[in-house]
């Protein structure tokens, strides 16, 4: 399995605070994906990395903002938690953006109250 | 972007065979991913196509036709164990090469 880890594992949380997510590799992969997965939607991507401090946004980046000053650590901050956020979170990693397959975390449960 | 369209449930007997259709449109299709996800876990990859035709892998196989915006995945010899969501993703290199994912079909395996 791949090495990736992400932190908490679930939390819950009160409508306008702040809330930053982790997500932690070991295997030096140069690609990091910040996923929202919610039921009726599939995964959507929110941000995504390609390298240190480089990020660039996906299709539902509003409200999270994300950053990375090391290959192994891939930080999604929402910066005042809406109800709307609530949803289950997942990060990825994979070796190259082109054709390779992406590994996932097992998932972080957010509940904003 | 890309619009992908796979059912939503199936239902099927153990040792039966299920077809699971994906649709897509995009404009600069760069392969086709199937995962597997089991309900609260993380998805987990089963197989990627690229160029036309079928690929086999055990008991699953995966198939994709370009011209026609269209790929399956075909679960033989079904175990309670395949009782999962199975999810159809699209790399786009118009889109940066990012994934864009389906809905996911959930598959139901009946003893």
């Known amino acids: 399995d791949a090495g990736i880890t992400q932190s908490p594992r679930h939390k819950v949380t009160e409508t306008g605070t702040p809330v930053t997510l982790r997500c932690h590799q070991t295997?030096?992969?140069?690609?990091m994906y910040w996923y929202r997965q919610d039921p009726g939607h599939g995964l959507r991507l929110i941000h995504y990395?390609?390298?240190?401090?480089?990020?660039d946004k996906g299709e539902v980046s509003d409200g999270y903002s994300v950053s990375r000053s090391k290959t192994e650590d891939f930080l999604l901050t929402l910066e005042s938690a809406t109800s709307s956020q609530t949803s289950v979170y997942f990060c990825?990693?994979?070796?190259?953006?082109?054709?390779?397959?992406?590994?996932f975390g097992q998932g972080t449960r957010l509940t904003v109250v | 972007g890309q619009n992908i369209d796979q059912p939503t449930e199936m239902t099927a007997t153990e040792g039966a065979i299920v077809q699971i259709n994906c649709t897509y449109q995009?404009?600069?299709?760069?392969?086709l991913f199937w995962y597997q996800q089991h309900a609260g876990e993380a998805p987990t990859f089963l197989s990627y196509?690229?160029?036309?035709g079928l690929e086999e892998k055990g008991r699953f196989s995966s198939f994709l036709s370009r011209s026609k915006g269209y790929s399956y995945l075909l679960l033989k010899e079904l175990q309670m164990k395949d009782s999962a969501s199975y999810l159809c993703?699209?790399?786009?290199?118009?889109?940066?090469?990012?994934?864009?994912f389906g809905a996911g079909t959930t598959v139901t395996v009946r003893a």
């Open positions: 995009t404009s600069g299709f760069n392969g």
């Open positions: 990395s390609y390298g240190v401090k480089d990020t």
């Open positions: 993703a699209v790399r786009d290199r118009s889109n940066d090469y990012k994934l864009s």
């Open positions: 990825a990693i994979s070796e190259r953006g082109g054709n390779t397959e992406a590994f």
């Open positions: 295997e030096n992969h140069r690609y």
């Open positions: 196509n690229v160029l036309d």
